[in-house]
């Protein structure tokens, strides 16, 4: 007999209550796999399998209906669960809420009751909840956790717990003989309470005790009204500063000045139009004017028109200041306002503009809104230099330099640019175009380099042809005479003409590398890029009354005989029957996609597929 059945069975299958068998001397465990005769065997006496009596009874009649009995019951939850539990769900989600209780204070005349906040948390992975209050210092009183976490019941000594549904704003709730008043939220709380379609209402206001209004009003003194005055006077008695009243407006306005553009004609003899810039500082309301200078304007570089002084609109001239007992009124915001007349010291000047932050500030503070006026533009002064021709050193940059500058600098080159485009090479067979009909037989190879923007072409000759091979042209750069631009590799497409110096080029076909070059570029090589080939043929089905009937017009017109794959002449001659302008580039595209024999044949079924027909 072991050891682990003399005892009870009450006692719970968990470590430490189960011990092991001191009288148990075979601890060997059962072989089940073993090599019998160079064969590899399997005990089965220690196996148990299932089996189903259904099945065997329908296997012993001889007409089993099928081989699996019965339908496998779909599992209720996978590793994945469909729905989640709450401790997954609602992992680390805790609703916050603020709230107070109050209690009562025996022997004290201030007060009577106290009110203390506190905040509850309640934990939505399990039901569980915690009471805490902030603690405040020197308040007298222990503070901190009021309730531990836990489940709380609604009613002692029964399983009813409260749950989140329970929680509303401006109610009371009892935890534990205790009542408190759920007056506010957090944001999170309340966005979880309008996702489950129980919206909160509006928070409230905590109240006021009499010990926090007595504290309050504790080190409040109301000065006389008359005191004020007498501190100023004793203070300049003593010779103490006079109180700056505008204090306030120089901190809450410093740095923030209102800028105008006035104009002022002087109707003089020898007077013209000038312009000025009238900056107001909304710190003292002061102004200052300041002359706009242009070059070659003959006059002196005065900066100032009128030093930073509060304007008056009617100045009045005394000989010595503080001789005349009359107020002057001086200019404010709501004066300064576009197309009005300034009166500065007798110079009638016109507000015609002002910047950004002044239309900002009068539209926010005054409702105004600036418009400035429409002056008559004056007629500017052109001054023609005629650039020099081209010397015929280096490239025309060179040449430019030595007219910009007294020490010519080498003009700057691209050099990102040339590291990063250095390596591509694009290759393209070309033909001369030319009035002799035998050179228009001759065969050139064109190497466009994308790190500098260089071109060279070679000449390439057959066997007993009499023209001799090689290089025709150095590398250089060339203008197109066109544009009067530089070449630039959106220049070369397939069917284009190029032009160099004299010679005329028409570019025919193009090695492996260009061809994949272009492709992997459609933003610059645009006529490269299948989509904006089908796109422009799928654009002349507008000419047709549907879509079907343009499909068989193309097959008919391209496969006239029917063969099921078509030629790169069929192919431009089709197109060009059907009035489909397509460049030599399109063309070629469209023939390298839908080639997919390798032959350099078109297959029509790829091409009724490619624009948009149905396989059949």
Request: aromatic share 14%.
């Amino acid at each position: 007999m072991s050891l682990n059945a003399q005892f009870p069975k009450q006692v719970p299958f968990l470590p430490g209550h189960v011990f092991s068998d001191p009288y148990k001397e075979n601890h060997h465990k059962t072989q089940q796999f073993s090599n019998i005769n160079g064969t590899v065997q399997e005990k089965t006496n220690f196996i148990h399998e299932e089996f189903d009596p259904n099945l065997l009874d329908s296997m012993k009649m001889g007409t089993p209906p099928n081989l699996t009995y019965g339908s496998r019951q779909p599992p209720e939850n996978d590793y994945i669960p469909r729905i989640q539990p709450p401790w997954l769900k609602y992992d680390r989600a805790v609703l916050r809420f603020y709230s107070y209780f109050q209690e009562s204070v025996v022997e004290n005349p201030n007060e009577n009751y106290r009110i203390r906040q506190v905040i509850i948390y309640y934990y939505l992975s399990d039901g569980t909840i915690h009471v805490t209050e902030p603690r405040v210092q020197n308040s007298g009183i222990p503070q901190g956790l009021f309730i531990k976490r836990q489940k709380i019941p609604k009613k002692l000594g029964k399983q009813d717990f409260y749950t989140w549904e329970d929680l509303q704003l401006c109610s009371n709730i009892n935890f534990y003989d205790r009542v408190y008043r759920i007056c506010d939220c957090d944001t999170y709380t309340r966005e979880f309470y309008e996702y489950m379609g129980k919206p909160l209402q509006l928070p409230e206001q905590l109240p006021r005790d009499n010990f926090q209004a007595q504290k309050e009003t504790k080190d409040l003194k109301i000065n006389p009204p008359d005191t004020k005055e007498y501190k100023e006077y004793f203070e300049v008695k003593l010779g103490g500063g006079h109180p700056n009243g505008g204090l306030n407006k120089y901190l809450s306005n410093d740095r923030k000045v209102l800028s105008f553009d006035i104009i002022w004609d002087d109707a003089s003899i020898e007077g013209q139009l000038n312009y000025y810039t009238l900056n107001y500082y909304l710190a003292d309301e002061t102004c200052e004017v300041k002359e706009v200078r242009k070059p070659n304007s003959g006059k002196d570089p005065y900066p100032l028109m009128l030093r930073r002084q509060k304007i008056p609109k009617q100045p009045i001239l005394t000989h010595y200041p503080g001789m005349t007992l009359k107020k002057e009124e001086f200019y404010g915001p709501l004066d300064l306002i576009c197309g009005n007349q300034v009166k500065i010291y007798g110079r009638d000047c016109f507000i015609y503009g002002c910047d950004d932050f002044t239309k900002e500030y009068y539209l926010k503070v005054l409702g105004i809104q600036q418009k400035p006026a429409t002056l008559k533009q004056e007629r500017g002064k052109k001054f023609y230099q005629p650039v020099p021709p081209y010397n015929g050193y280096g490239y025309e940059e060179d040449s430019l330099g030595s007219v910009y500058s007294l020490q010519p600098k080498p003009p700057k080159k691209d050099v990102r640019k040339n590291f990063t485009q250095d390596q591509f090479i694009l290759r393209f067979e070309s033909r001369l175009i030319s009035e002799v009909r035998e050179e228009n037989q001759r065969r050139f190879i064109i190497s466009f380099y994308c790190g500098d923007d260089t071109i060279q072409v070679y000449l390439t000759s057959e066997r007993n042809s009499g023209i001799w091979g090689g290089k025709f042209q150095e590398r250089s750069r060339q203008k197109n005479p066109l544009t009067n631009d530089y070449y630039t590799e959106k220049d070369f497409q397939l069917g284009a003409i190029v032009q160099f110096n004299v010679y005329k080029f028409q570019l025919m076909r193009a090695d492996e590398f260009t061809i994949n070059y272009m492709k992997q570029k459609p933003d610059v090589f645009k006529e490269a890029d299948i989509k904006q080939i089908i796109a422009k043929l799928r654009m002349f089905a507008d000419n047709y009354p549907n879509f079907d009937s343009f499909l068989l017009d193309i097959m008919k017109k391209l496969d006239k005989q029917l063969k099921g794959q078509i030629e790169f002449e069929e192919l431009a001659a089709g197109l060009q029957e059907l009035g489909f302008n397509l460049t030599l580039q399109e063309q070629y595209y469209l023939m390298r996609e839908f080639d997919i024999s390798g032959e350099w044949k078109l297959n029509m079924q790829a091409l009724w597929e490619g624009i948009g027909g149905k396989r059949s």
